[in-house]
């Protein structure tokens, strides 16, 4: 469905939206038990909204495929993440808040090791600890290039972020990681003409890198890969008739809701700090989206007890939320992540809209097999803001 | 969704999946008893898969479509038979293992009747049995036409397969079967300026077997239809990542395998000759198609006990299919054939996922209804191989 189509139909209202986003949500059965984290957990809270809400799962890019963070959310927000790709560049730079400008060409950095051929040995670089990685990117800032600003920020371990500032760069570039060890980096290409001017800077980049490097083993060189430049998106506020505004503790997620044009709230580092912030600014917006990041954390670390606790915690946040009276509340995952996987998974997230016009459904739980008997059936991740939307009597019919 | 989104993403991995594909596998409720031959048959180790797997409806084409077996295994190997569209003269050549070259043109032949203005009586010949199509197929050959080779092959009572073989042909053809008796048959005429001189070539074959059978009434004229030439599909084996093999007892199966690139493994002539043939190659494959036809058989033969045993003689097989401990085992169909109808219909077909992976849904038996209600929802073929290939741990995640 067309963002063109939905902004159309925006009509204006006081109403008030939450989309809480639960990162990681969805699990899957213990062995032991049968169970899901959320089938084990103790979550009156969510339960009893999704008693009184419309229940479904959310598959987020398509059947089998696993979605990053970027997607995932990307998705939620409305966005076809198949039609509107963000790199990998861009959501690095999007994950250390670095303020990239329409035309920055950004990309992901590893460190890594070579030997004295040149050939790469550990393309992570023994994953250096962060401080040796903040020091090696202040070595590399010394690099100029010829009508570029340059740019070089340490990530964690031995990743980074390099962006290029200039006038006329493109992206379109190959990556120097030959994905594999006993080979040398290879220098970049240019996938486009119009991205020749880039290549030439990268490869120079490069070869400063390597100079600069050359003592530094095992960080004695760096791979590039990920060239990608701040996507077109049409701006949420505009698409949906909102003033939107992102709570999120972590700054990747905070950089996704920037990337739609979202004002970011400054929060602190809880999820209680989050709430606290929803209900400091209220008054000041009509959507809010709000993410919690345990959920994810203790899936992608296989802690199955430790998600059955965040989900808790969450579960006693809730009452918070609802305190505020917000007219839809949503509250979803951007992708899976049973703990039995330890990591993002394809399994589709359960999801639960509650508010006055959501028509509740028979589900009873929140869980992954309740929901998948709801009303809403499973459906694709940029379906559910125009569902929001119209759940808060903000889109008007389309056709006489 | 794209096969080389697919293909992106697909990762080495050691497990193993099989799809078992029992044709016609739908259904329909006898009107004596209310239950379909899945909901009558004893079939216990398909209810107990479906109780550990996944399960859903497949909708091959689009509501209300009834697939061909072409489409219908399409769709299971992951083409969007929508998309991906295989001419009759192609499946026709498939059927008797033909091997097609890319760039032959491929027709499907009927001899028919004509009286004595050349009108045509009967559009199949009285269906006269396959060994006279033999004899005047063998007349046929004599044919020859400049710069091309001639194939002509018996199929199957008044059908045969005719292809020619040569440089720069293109098969955008008009047919030059009428469809309705009382007419002659007409020439053919070509779509687009390349196939001109195909166009020429099949009206001097059209022409040649006219002389040739004048006196063979009722088979003194030919019909050609399904104009087409192999598609270029990509290669299964390299979008999936995957060493694959079909194992089919009937040629078109086999030929719809090796039009994907699958290895085709030789079998006998029975289900259980099947499942040896997979034992026999468990250790060099990755995926295995597995075909069973006797569903579809009594279904098409509207014979409803017919059916319910063909599902009783599969469900004996699956204990051995299940001894090789797939990592994923699908079971679904092409399509469904109905005994109360006697032939294909554009109801959903049944399908179980189960792995370890696969998320168990609440579904206890393997029918049309309780399918229904499982957590894969109804969903189209094309999406069934990037589901077996997440569950068997094979595709990375999508964007960062």
Redesign the interface.
Same mark, same amino acid.
């Given at each position: 469905m067309d963002l063109e189509l939905i902004q159309s139909l925006v009509v204006p209202n006081t109403t008030k939206i939450v989309l809480l986003s639960s990162d990681g949500l969805g699990g899957? #059965?213990h062995p032991d038990t049968g169970r899901s984290e959320l089938e084990t957990a103790r979550i009156p809270c969510l339960h009893a909204l999704a008693r009184r809400g419309a229940c479904g799962?959310i598959r987020h890019?398509? #059947?089998?495929?696993?979605?990053?963070?970027?997607?995932?959310h990307l998705g939620l927000f409305g966005y076809d #993440?198949?039609r509107y790709?963000?790199g &990998?560049g861009v959501?690095?730079a999007l994950g250390i808040e670095f303020e990239l400008r329409p035309g920055d060409v950004a990309a992901r950095g590893n460190f890594c090791t070579v030997d004295a051929e040149g050939r790469i040995t550990d393309r992570r670089a023994g994953r250096i600890p962060t401080s040796r990685c903040v020091e090696l990117v202040a070595r590399l800032r010394a690099i100029r290039l010829g009508g570029v600003e340059v740019f070089v920020e340490p990530v964690k371990e031995h990743r980074f972020v390099l962006v290029l500032r200039g006038r006329g760069l493109a992206a379109r570039l190959t990556e120097t990681d030959p994905q594999a060890v006993g080979r040398p980096p290879v220098p970049v290409r240019a996938l486009a003409p119009e991205a020749e001017a880039a290549a030439t800077l990268v490869n120079e980049f490069v070869e400063g890198a390597r100079r600069l490097l050359v003592d530094a083993a095992p960080a004695n060189m760096v791979l590039l890969r990920?060239f990608d430049q701040l996507p077109g998106l049409p701006r949420f506020p505009d698409v949906c008739g909102l003033r939107a505004a992102g709570i999120a503790a972590y700054p990747v997620y905070r950089g996704l809701a920037r990337l739609v044009g979202m004002d970011v709230l400054k929060t602190g580092g809880t999820f209680t700090d989050e709430v606290a912030t929803l209900r400091a600014h209220w008054d000041a917006y009509d959507f809010f989206f709000l993410h919690y990041k345990d959920t994810d954390k203790a899936g992608e670390d296989g802690d199955f007890p430790g998600k059955v606790a965040a989900l808790e915690r969450l579960d006693a946040e809730i009452p918070g939320v609802e305190a505020l009276r917000p007219d839809v509340l949503a509250v979803t995952g951007d992708h899976a992540s049973p703990a039995v996987?330890g990591? =993002?998974?394809? =399994? #589709?997230v359960p999801v639960v809209v509650a508010g006055a016009y959501a028509a509740a459904d028979s589900v009873e739980r929140f869980s992954? &097999?309740a929901c998948?008997?709801g009303s809403l059936?499973?459906f694709p991740a940029h379906h559910l803001m125009p569902l929001l939307l119209a759940t808060a009597l903000r889109l008007t019919k389309f056709g006489a």
């Open positions: 899957f #059965p799962l890019v398509a #059947p089998g495929i696993t979605p990053g963070s970027g997607p995932g #993440p198949l790709q963000v &990998r959501l690095e990920g996987l990591g =993002h998974s394809w =399994h #589709p992954e &097999r998948a008997a059936g499973t």
